[in-house]
């Protein structure tokens, strides 16, 4: 069984700063990509950061130099660090995990987010 609990959201004042985590569940912590990615009302989901098991990232444009994810091997977690946050950021912030079969193909799990708001 697969399962992706993320945690840590909350509201934050703008230029404030927060973590958020993806706890991973079922084994597929060590051979997944990591992506965090983040929904505002009204609008589509869009990617945020990306990590793989070699710890190589990615980010959208406008977190770069504010977000770092990592990922944390002995705690089977992924984290979202936030800083300098701004209205902007606020969403419900997804965990999505990629992991790719032997025999092909692969397996997408999304966790059911975490609410960060930032706002005066």
């Known amino acids: 069984q697969v399962q992706l609990v993320e945690s840590g959201g909350d509201w934050v004042q703008p230029g404030g700063s927060l973590r958020v985590s993806c706890a991973a569940s079922?084994?597929?912590?060590?051979?997944?990509?990591f992506y965090w990615y983040r929904q505002a009302p009204g609008k589509q989901r869009n990617f945020v950061a990306g990590i793989a098991n070699n710890d190589t990232t990615n980010y959208e444009d406008s977190v770069k130099g504010r977000f770092t994810i990592s990922r944390d091997t002995a705690k089977n977690t992924v984290y979202l660090q936030m800083r300098s946050l701004k209205p902007e950021d606020t969403a419900v912030y997804y965990c999505?995990?990629?992991?790719?079969?032997?025999?092909?193909?692969?397996?997408?799990?999304w966790g059911l987010g975490t609410q960060v708001t930032v706002s005066s």
């Open positions: 999505h995990a990629v992991t790719p079969h032997t025999t092909g193909g692969f397996s997408s799990y």
């Open positions: 079922g084994n597929i912590f060590n051979r997944s990509m």
